[in-house]
């Protein structure tokens, strides 16, 4: 996976004047640009597609300091005007292409990323491989944006208005693994980025042929792999750790890689005030 990494970054520094087709680079390395995405924004701490625009914006400083057309600088990266450009160039470097221009700054570069492999493995990880047939996730579903760390208020808003007895009305529905109430992330951007909006159920697992009750969101889910991760302490801390792990951990180790799909979390146990838990984090998976 650190290889392939290095040749999207290698493929973006060939093409940032030009169209970058990631899709077609997974395909030839032999995995996924959904597996791709996920991994780069893990372990950069970036979108691949915010990556992209920096680098971009980063070579285009120095064309701009320079005397040539700004139209034709924009075209050359891909904007089609001098406006979407310039907001582009303000984004990255905190002032316009006619600022910097004039006053040769500020510029704002973005390194160009190299992966490396460090070997740690001093924590396992407890981890084990569910093959699932199809089942239908149901529950209450809202669109709210992705928090990397710390609680997510607008999750808790959701959860929190929802009646004390639709909660135990949910757990009694569930009827196969992964067991009880389940927080689920579904359509979540393929670049992970920070705010962006992804569809989070508050639900449980229940047979695909099972008739939903009114009033209920559905999200169907086919048969496949899931990858499931066990963890303990702190909570959500703990979870966002293993989550994280299994990004520089977990995938670069073993033959496995991330399918399109929801993301599951399981809560086995708790304490009364949640700032402790046992948690599964299921993550759909299939074989490199």
Not at 72 to 84: C, D, M, P, Q, W
Request: net charge negative.
């Amino acid at each position: 996976m650190i290889a392939n990494l290095n040749s999207v970054v290698d493929l973006v520094e060939e093409h940032l004047t030009d169209e970058i087709d990631i899709g077609a680079l997974a395909r030839r390395l032999g995995t996924t640009e959904y597996h791709v995405r996920r991994m780069f924004s893990s372990l950069s701490g970036m979108p691949l597609s915010e990556y992209i625009r920096r680098r971009r914006m980063t070579r285009a400083a120095a064309d701009v300091i320079g005397d040539a057309d700004l139209l034709g600088i924009a075209v050359r990266y891909g904007y089609g005007s001098t406006e979407a450009f310039g907001r582009a160039f303000r984004a990255v470097h905190g002032a316009s292409p006619a600022d910097v221009r004039r006053d040769g700054g500020p510029l704002r570069a973005q390194p160009q990323l190299r992966f490396r492999l460090t070997v740690e493995g001093n924590v396992s990880m407890d981890t084990r491989i569910a093959d699932r047939p199809a089942f239908r996730l149901v529950g209450h579903a809202a669109r709210v944006p992705l928090i990397h760390r710390g609680p997510n208020p607008h999750i808790q808003a959701h959860i929190s208005g929802l009646p004390v007895a639709e909660h135990a009305r949910l757990k009694s529905l569930s009827a196969l693994e992964p067991a009880g109430l389940l927080q689920v992330s579904a359509d979540v951007d393929p670049d992970y980025a920070e705010g962006s909006k992804l569809t989070y159920l508050h639900g449980v697992a229940v047979a695909a042929d099972a008739e939903t009750p009114d009033g209920l969101d559905v999200i169907d889910v086919p048969a496949g792999h899931w990858a499931v991760f066990r963890t303990e302490g702190p909570y959500p801390a703990a979870l966002q750790e293993t989550w994280a792990a299994t990004a520089s951990d977990w995938f670069p180790s073993n033959p496995w890689r991330l399918r399109p799909g929801p993301s599951i979390v399981a809560v086995l146990d708790r304490s009364p005030d949640f700032a402790e838990a046992t948690c599964e984090l299921w993550l759909p998976v299939e074989r490199t």
